[in-house]
């Protein structure tokens, strides 16, 4: 069965700094595009950063210069480097990536930036 389970979040105060993991199982991430999401109080899980075949990227302005994706093929597990972090990331972050004709999320970690 394909799963992603994502980990790495938690507490860290303004300009601090996160690494999260999404690790895959059941599916060869480097054949797919995947894709990171944010969930604030509002309840509206956006999309804000890709990662594809070749290793492109791409992010919304919001956190581009602050956030990187990568990926390692190897261990099959994407990461989401979070640097100089502001009070309004403060969400819940999704891995995704569509298989076959389903959308495969993570189970969604939780970051809190607060001083």
């Known amino acids: 069965q394909v799963q992603l389970v994502e980990s790495g979040g938690g507490l860290v105060q303004p300009g601090g700094s996160l690494r999260l993991s999404c690790a895959a199982s059941?599916?060869?991430?480097?054949?797919?595009?995947m894709h990171w999401y944010i969930q604030g109080p509002e309840n509206q899980r956006e999309l804000f950063a890709n990662?594809?075949?070749?290793?492109?990227?791409n992010y919304l302005d919001a956190v581009k210069g602050r956030f990187t994706v990568s990926r390692d093929n190897a261990k099959n597990t994407m990461y989401l480097q979070m640097n100089d972090l502001k009070p309004e990331d403060t969400a819940v972050y999704y891995c995704?990536?569509?298989?076959?004709?389903?959308?495969?999320w993570g189970q969604g970690t939780q970051v809190t930036v607060s001083s």
């Open positions: 059941g599916i060869n991430i480097s054949l797919y595009t």
């Open positions: 995704k990536t569509v298989y076959r004709t389903q959308n495969m």
């Open positions: 990662i594809f075949s070749d290793g492109a990227t």
